[in-house]
């Protein structure tokens, strides 16, 4: 029961990170966020500053940071709120959760097949790339049935 309200989980997040993946949003722009959207509403840093509660070389740093990736969401979201903004913040994955895992089941099965396979091609008792397919999917397919955890050990 509890892997079933898992999985269900899994499907619905899926299902809203599938619309942030194929969302066709802009890329930030080079100085950021802050700066463009502050210029765009003629708004210069000495008022943003005021509204703050900080001063404007604090906006310059505050601006230069968003840019290089090291301002904090929170400090991110006071500067929004004077910015009469919102941020929406997202971490998407390339693929689907579900995909993911799958790929994560294979690549361990994979894994713990190698040992075994090389052994066997020693001994002149290799099977054939088709057989081993069909043996990594089927072992894939039994680690994908248990914890999802099971996956991500060692690595």
């Known amino acids: 029961m509890k892997q079933n309200f898992s999985e269900l989980k899994r499907r619905q997040l899926d299902a ?5 993946r194929s969302a066709d949003l802009p890329q930030r722009p080079p100085s950021g966020w802050i700066k463009a959207i502050r210029e765009g509403l003629g708004m210069t840093a000495t008022h943003l500053a005021g509204r703050l509660g900080v001063t404007t070389s604090t906006v310059t740093r505050l601006e230069t940071s968003e840019a290089d990736d090291t301002i904090s969401l929170g400090t991110l979201r006071r500067v929004a709120e004077a910015l009469e903004c919102e941020v929406r913040y997202a971490l998407v994955p390339k693929q689907s959760l579900e995909d993911t895992l799958k790929a994560r089941a294979l ?22 790339a088709e057989a081993k397919e069909a043996q990594a999917l089927a072992l894939a397919e039994a680690l994908r049935s248990g914890s999802p955890r099971k996956l991500w050990k060692n690595g």
Do not use: F, G, K
């Open 107 to 128: 690549a361990m099965a994979l894994r713990q097949m190698a040992p075994i396979s090389h052994s066997m091609a020693l001994e002149a008792q290799a099977t054939s």
């Open 16 to 20: 809203v990170l599938d619309r942030w």
